[in-house]
């Protein structure tokens, strides 16, 4: 099986540092990127063609949200995880209009992270979740109705 391809995001250099150093632990997992800006994260997703985008909302020359936009209208197959200190439900709802694929915060646990990106046992693939629980608390908590098919949420 393949390594799991992952680009990383973010304008703090020691983020960056911190995210590789986790994930260049998992033996099935390859970061092939990095961008300090939204910018230079559309572009080197266009060349690397990463499984996983892990991206932090605000960063100079193009936010978060922009730089999610226009990675997925390129390429719908790269899984975007939004990694990000807000934890306000607007920039949730942005950035998964933007096509972001998970939205968990900075202060998640080290196996949060790690987590959606492993690949399944049966596909082989790569799953990013939906919505983290919290979240998806905040998108449904005024529904009135019970959804058809329940989402799987990490």
């Not at 995001?9 to 590789?20: C, S, T």
Request: aromatic share 4%.
């Amino acid at each position: 099986m393949s390594k799991i391809r992952i680009l990383l995001a973010d304008d703090h250099g020691v983020v960056r540092k911190g995210l590789r150093f986790l994930l260049d632990r998992q033996p099935e997992m390859e970061v092939v990127g990095e961008a300090a800006n939204g910018r230079d994260a559309v572009k080197l997703a266009g060349e690397l063609t990463p499984d996983v985008v892990i991206m932090d909302v605000a960063m100079p020359q193009l936010n978060g949200i922009e730089a999610t936009a226009q990675i997925v209208k390129r390429n719908a197959a790269v899984g975007v995880i939004i990694l990000s200190m807000y934890s306000d439900e607007g920039y949730l709802v942005r950035t998964l209009t933007a096509g972001a694929k998970g939205y968990l915060l900075k202060d998640s646990a080290e196996a949060d992270l790690r987590a959606p990106l492993k690949p399944s046992q049966k596909s082989g693939r790569f799953s990013v979740p939906l919505l983290p629980k919290r979240c998806w608390k905040i998108m449904c908590g005024n529904c009135n109705r019970k959804a058809s098919k329940t989402p799987t949420v990490y």
